[in-house]
């Protein structure tokens, strides 16, 4: 029988998400911590939100030459 694998970061926060949507109730005091405790990551902004139009144009120009 082979040994277990080492844990990693990403392994570690992919196995937090699965808990995380397993088996918790809302009103459950664990899920009232969790809340309280570990808050969900802010999604991140949209690229388009940072790019500028005037970048984009002359991008654009460039390539006609």
């Known amino acids: 029988m082979g040994q277990k694998r080492?844990?990693?970061h990403?392994?570690?926060q992919k196995r937090a998400e699965r808990e995380r949507a397993v088996g918790l109730e809302p009103e459950?005091?664990?899920a009232r911590w969790?809340?309280?405790h570990?808050?969900?990551p802010k999604p991140q902004p949209?690229?388009?939100a940072?790019?500028?139009k005037v970048l984009h144009q002359w991008r654009?120009?460039?390539q006609r030459g």
Request: proline share 8%; net charge negative; no cysteine.
């Open 38 to 40: 570990d808050p969900k």
């Open 60 to 62: 654009q120009r460039q």
């Open 50 to 52: 940072s790019k500028s």
């Open 34 to 36: 969790l809340d309280e």
């Open 28 to 30: 459950d005091d664990a």
């Open 46 to 48: 949209p690229k388009s």
């Open 10 to 12: 990403h392994g570690a």
């Open 6 to 8: 080492q844990l990693t």
